[in-house]
Each structure stands twice: as C-alpha cells, then as structure tokens.
T-cell receptor, first 111, second 117 residues
C-alpha cells in the first residue's frame, strides 16, 4: 500500500469543523483512499472511502484534489464523542487488502 | 445485524503458556483478517483467510503464531510459548473481499487485549 503521512495530533472544540489532511504522493492509479476511526479499546471503524473529487456520507466528507496526492477528511461540527484516532489508508479496494495503518491522527475535542 | 465478535476480551497469561484467541466474523463475509496493535502503535497485519484458499501467513512474526479457520467461519489465533513482547491487542476483521468492483470494507471486532506477565 502507498505510504501516507498525516499529522500526529489535532485539537478542536465542540461545534467546529475539523479537517485532517493526508499526503500520499505515490498513490497508484487503481488505489482508493479510505479513512478509519478508532476509539480507545475498540477496533477501527470504517468512515469513508473515495477515489477522486468529493465524497460525502452521514458522518464525514472526503475531498480529493485532481492529482490525488493528498486527501482531506472533513468532520462537520465535531462533538466530544469524535475524540479518536483517525487513520488514512491508500490501496486497491477490491480483493485482499493487507491494511497498513500508520500511527494516525489523534483528534482531541474539548468543550 | 451482528458485527465481528472476539473472545476473550481480556487475557492475562504467564510467559511460556499457550493462548487461543477466537474470532466470529460477520455472517456471509468470506475474508477474515488478524491484526496486532501494540500500545500507541498502528495495526500490524498477521494473517488473512479468503474462502477455501490457503491463508496468507506473511505477517506472522514467528512460528509460535498460528491460525486456523474452520468451516469458512470462526477463526482461532494460537500463540504458543507466549513472550512478554506478545502483549498487545489482537484485532480480527472480516469483509466481503474478492468481488471485483465492490468496496472491500473491513469490519473490525473489539479486539482481545493480551497481557503476558
């Protein structure tokens, strides 16, 4: 899987929008970008996946520029319960995926 | 519906003992994965099962680690002669892997926290 780089940590306050950017300069043509969320003492949870432009679901939005060398996970109006570690992964979305998680971005949301 | 379940949730053992960790994947998911997560670290891939194919064992750290999947469903990860460095959270995931064109999302269980004293 393509290597990704993301900030180690971010701080925010309730009600704010949070944008977490991930760099993946060597992304391959058939690679997708996937974000997972992990709470303490729980397994990672799939948030969103995209290939290009913008994807939105009930949880988040994913912005991917034309060159696809980076992506931004956007969490609208965060709450305390959004405090978690967020992982960005890049790889093919079909068949076997040996997911390679980095250390992720630790988001802390304060009152 | 029911998600991926794992048991036990916590396991404390003494160095040198064998342990078995169990994973029940989501019904109908053909692919099953085991990962290990040490404190403050990302996930480390261990082994992958897909249907009746031979498992991909490329991530197993030593021959003390083994896993099996019976009937294409439940999986057991066995660690023999445990060492202190085996202490970690062991996570299992399952997916509908193998179908072209479909998003292959992995769904994770809550993990088993293993502590080797």
């Amino acid at each position: 899987l393509a290597k990704t780089t993301q900030p180690i940590s971010m701080d925010s306050y309730e009600g704010q929008e949070v944008n977490i950017t991930c760099s993946h300069n060597n992304i391959a043509t058939n690679d997708y970008i996937t974000w997972y969320q992990q709470f303490p003492s729980q397994g990672p949870r799939f948030i969103i996946q995209g290939y290009k432009t913008k994807v939105t679901n009930e949880v988040a939005s994913l912005f991917i520029p034309a060159d696809r060398k980076s992506s931004t996970l956007s969490l609208p109006r965060v709450s305390l319960s959004d405090t978690a570690v967020y992982y960005c992964l890049v790889g093919a979305n079909t068949g076997f995926q040996k997911l390679v998680f980095g250390t992720g971005t630790r988001l802390l949301v304060s009152p | 519906g029911a998600g991926v379940s794992q048991s036990p949730s916590n396991k404390v053992t003494e160095k040198g003992k064998d342990v078995e960790l169990r994973c029940d994947p989501i019904s109908g998911h053909t692919a099953l994965y085991w990962y290990r997560q040490s404190l403050g670290q990302g996930l480390e891939f261990l082994i992958y099962f897909q249907g009746n194919s031979a498992p991909d064992k490329s991530g197993l750290p030593s021959d003390r680690f083994s896993a099996e999947r019976t009937g294409g469903s439940v999986s057991t990860l066995t660690i023999q002669r445990t060492q202190q460095e085996d202490s970690a959270v062991y996570l299992c995931a399952s997916s509908l892997a193998g179908t072209s064109g479909l998003t292959d999302t992995q769904y994770f269980g809550p993990g088993t926290r293993l502590t080797v004293l």
